[in-house]
């Protein structure tokens, strides 16, 4: 009697680990689905705020792209970014007046 109790829970306790076993290797699973998803999400968003960086650089210059000189590669700055559309026209206007008076300032 006492050994059928023994091989019961020796059983049980077999069932268990195995049952525990089971869980260690969907969690791992689960942990490397979340990873690449991860990653994946991460790229996207990078993208995505390339697009958005270069769309808004594209309406700030125009179609025609950016006129490069001394000058226009200083605004390339942070302080420049910070700009809404129209704040970065009409300083790309200032500056191309300034460039074609010939006195810079």
């Not at 705020?49 to 000189?69: H, L, Q, S």
């Amino acid at each position: 009697m006492f050994l059928n109790k023994l091989f019961a829970a020796q059983s049980r306790l077999s069932k268990l680990e195995e049952e525990v076993s089971s869980l260690k290797r969907q969690m791992k699973e689960q942990i490397l689905d979340y990873e690449a998803l991860y990653d994946k999400v991460r790229h996207l968003m990078g993208r995505i705020a390339k697009r958005v960086e270069f769309r808004d650089n594209r309406e700030a210059y125009g179609t025609e792209g950016p006129v490069e000189t001394a000058q226009t590669s200083s605004l390339l700055t942070p302080t420049f970014s910070r700009l809404t559309p129209r704040q970065r026209q009409l300083q790309m206007q200032i500056i191309q007046k300034r460039q074609n008076s010939g006195n810079g300032g």
